[in-house]
């Protein structure tokens, strides 16, 4: 593969990353080609050495993606975490994807409830006191506060486990990813590790 061709696919597949972060990838490798030509190597046997531009755009993509959860840990980074490693193919998503789609529906539904339990709590603790609720008016409020208090605390243990499921989800990728990249090298060439 020349230069060219090698440089062309790692840009295509980039696409969706900053445009600062494409020009410094990309400025890299034509680093690694400009080295390997003064070291008297073929564009071919660099680009070799560096593997499969493809495979190494979406390792790159991934680790951006992994790298933004790590600064920002929000739903729109997890988002972007876990369609990273959708992107990488590490995971045997036929197997993970209806365990993962149980896991995330059960979330919902009690980020949802918790919600449900805090603003019901919310309306006790306000409106409960002129509707002569047994135990009286401070029975009312108490009650209120209680529910909502109950609902902050789940939902915090929720973002907490939710927070843990994507490293987890992470760390097993790379872990497999590490696995498969041996045996990956074997039958492909070299290994995408490879540099100059």
């Given at each position: 593969?020349?230069?060219?061709?090698?440089?062309?696919?790692?840009?295509?597949?980039?696409?969706?990353?900053?445009?600062?972060?494409?020009?410094?990838?990309?400025?890299?490798?034509?680093?690694?080609?400009?080295?390997g030509r003064a070291a008297g190597r073929t564009e071919a046997e660099v680009s070799a050495a560096l593997?499969?531009?493809?495979?190494?755009?979406?390792?790159?993509?991934?680790?951006?993606?992994?790298?933004?959860?790590?600064?920002?840990?929000?739903?729109?980074?997890?988002?972007?975490?876990?369609?990273?490693?959708?992107?990488?193919g590490a995971l045997d998503i036929l197997i993970l994807l209806p365990l993962l789609t149980a896991v995330?529906?059960?979330?919902?539904?009690?980020?949802?409830?918790?919600?449900?339990?805090?603003?019901?709590?919310?309306?006790?603790?306000?409106?409960?006191?002129?509707?002569?609720?047994?135990?009286?008016?401070?029975?009312?409020?108490?009650?209120?506060?209680?529910?909502?208090?109950?609902?902050?605390?789940?939902?915090?243990?929720?973002?907490?486990?939710?927070?843990?499921?994507?490293?987890?989800?992470?760390?097993?990728?790379?872990?497999?990813?590490?696995?498969?990249?041996?045996?990956?090298?074997?039958?492909?060439?070299?290994?995408?590790?490879?540099?100059?």
């Amino acid at each position: 593969m020349t230069r060219d061709e090698f440089l062309s696919r790692l840009k295509r597949g980039l696409v969706g990353l900053p445009m600062s972060t494409q020009a410094e990838i990309l400025s890299d490798y034509e680093t690694h080609f400009d080295d390997g030509r003064a070291a008297g190597r073929t564009e071919a046997e660099v680009s070799a050495a560096l593997g499969d531009p493809d495979r190494l755009a979406r390792e790159l993509k991934a680790e951006a993606g992994f790298k933004r959860w790590r600064e920002e840990k929000n739903p729109s980074a997890a988002a972007g975490a876990v369609m990273a490693l959708v992107g990488l193919g590490a995971l045997d998503i036929l197997i993970l994807l209806p365990l993962l789609t149980a896991v995330v529906s059960a979330m919902a539904g009690f980020y949802l409830a918790g919600a449900g339990v805090f603003i019901a709590g919310g309306g006790i603790m306000v409106a409960g006191p002129f509707f002569g609720p047994p135990g009286g008016p401070l029975f009312a409020i108490l009650l209120g506060l209680g529910m909502m208090g109950a609902a902050i605390a789940g939902l915090a243990l929720l973002t907490i486990f939710a927070v843990w499921l994507v490293n987890g989800l992470i760390w097993f990728a790379r872990l497999h990813y590490r696995l498969l990249k041996p045996a990956l090298a074997n039958t492909d060439g070299p290994s995408a590790d490879a540099r100059l």
